[in-house]
């Protein structure tokens, strides 16, 4: 006997044998590339695997990153990187992962192009290496503003409490440190979680309001303030039936003009009609007078301006968001709510008991909610809390 031929495998077993191969590796490959799919790394998952993989991420835009430790939060100079963070109010760079924007993706994702990302969750997908010598994400192969699916939580992370009451279609950790406070320790929770904001120039007000106010039956019109019009998006200006910029609280209360800063705030600027906008002033708010040409439902006097019953909540809670974000600590006045109608240029703004009977009779609304998304979304990346927590408006202010 041919020993040789002895060991050699059956023709019948061989094909078996690679039958049996090919079924258990083909479903193993699928596997693979399915769970590599649908896996998203959250930015500190990132910042711990810089070996030159490639990886998904999923964050918030923080800023344009122009060195290890520095990220320019407004006043960009280039398209060419931004810095993502796992919360929207991240301020610690070694928290943040600098994302290289190479020329395919700058005309959407630049901030100097787009500043109206910063806020916005961003998703993508590069190699995971050293950008400014520091934590990066380079080469891009894909991004997309939104979230790319449900990143896996950092096996150290410890649970974030969840907002109370409604949390809203936003990040449930960007109130994570008011939760369960009231009082002046709520209110400085408070104002550090909404001080951190892109700000607006005048100019950019204009274009701003007409996507924040815009008519949700007309997308080419927007909703005057006081007068509840429906009117042409490009019928802003100075004349007689034109929309201008409202400021709720009145500029002059404080003296803050129209610079950088409070006089910008998207948060309490809204379009009116030029007559009625003249008919308001600077006056404080308060019930009664007589009423206001253009504007149904609203009332003057000499020294107070009453508007219409539905958005008199409206009112009260872009008064509580200034008295909130802007408290003397950034070289603008300390603005404050008062009892008074007769508050001048002093950076107080009045009537408190009024403007709390307005904020709990009229709740804030679908407009009113949908506003506030836009404005953190697309424009200043902050929030007014008491239109997502108007609970806490008593909380503060009793």
Do not use: C
Not at 48 to 55: K, L, P, V
């Amino acid at each position: 006997m041919d020993m040789k031929s002895s060991t050699r495998p059956r023709p019948g077993r061989l094909v078996a044998a690679l039958i049996a191969v090919v079924t258990l590796a083909v479903p193993v490959a699928v596997s693979a590339t399915s769970a590599s799919a649908a896996a998203t790394s959250t930015v500190a998952q990132a910042l711990a695997a810089q070996d030159g993989r490639t990886a998904t991420v999923t964050g918030y835009v923080i800023g344009q990153p122009t060195a290890t430790s520095t990220v320019l939060t407004s006043g960009y100079t280039a398209d060419t990187a931004i810095a993502l963070a796992d919360t929207a109010t991240e301020t610690g760079t070694s928290r943040m992962l600098y994302v290289q924007i190479t020329a395919d993706y700058r005309s959407t994702f630049g901030l100097l192009t787009n500043p109206s990302l910063r806020g916005r969750q961003v998703t993508a997908t590069g190699t995971l290496t050293a950008y400014f010598s520091h934590g990066g994400l380079k080469s891009p192969t894909a991004m997309s503003v939104g979230g790319g699916g449900t990143p896996t939580p950092t096996a150290s992370a410890s649970p974030t409490p969840a907002p109370t009451g409604s949390t809203g279609p936003y990040d449930s950790t960007y109130y994570a440190s008011a939760v369960g406070k009231s009082g002046s320790a709520l209110r400085t929770s408070l104002h550090t979680i909404i001080k951190t904001q892109t700000k607006l120039n005048y100019d950019q007000v204009w274009e701003a309001l007409k996507d924040t106010d815009q008519d949700p039956a007309n997308a080419n019109n927007v909703i005057l303030l006081y007068s509840g019009r429906s009117q042409s998006k490009s019928s802003n200006g100075g004349g007689a039936n034109d929309w201008n910029r409202e400021h709720v609280w009145a500029k002059s209360h404080g003296d803050f003009g129209t610079a950088t800063g409070p006089g910008t705030d998207v948060h309490h600027l809204r379009p009116e009609d030029v007559t009625v906008n003249s008919a308001r002033g600077n006056k404080d708010f308060d019930t009664g007078g007589s009423a206001v040409a253009e504007a149904a439902g609203s009332y003057t006097d000499a020294d107070s301006f009453e508007p219409r019953n539905a958005v008199k909540g409206d009112v009260a809670r872009m008064i509580m968001y200034m008295a909130i974000r802007y408290e003397g600590d950034d070289g603008w006045p300390n603005l404050e709510m008062n009892n008074s109608v007769t508050n001048g240029s002093a950076p107080y703004l009045g009537r408190l008991p009024v403007l709390l009977q307005w904020h709990r009779q009229d709740p804030p609304d679908a407009f009113e909610q949908r506003r506030n998304q836009r404005i953190y979304e697309r424009w200043q990346g902050n929030r007014n809390p008491f239109v997502d927590h108007p609970e806490w408006a008593t909380a503060i202010w009793g």
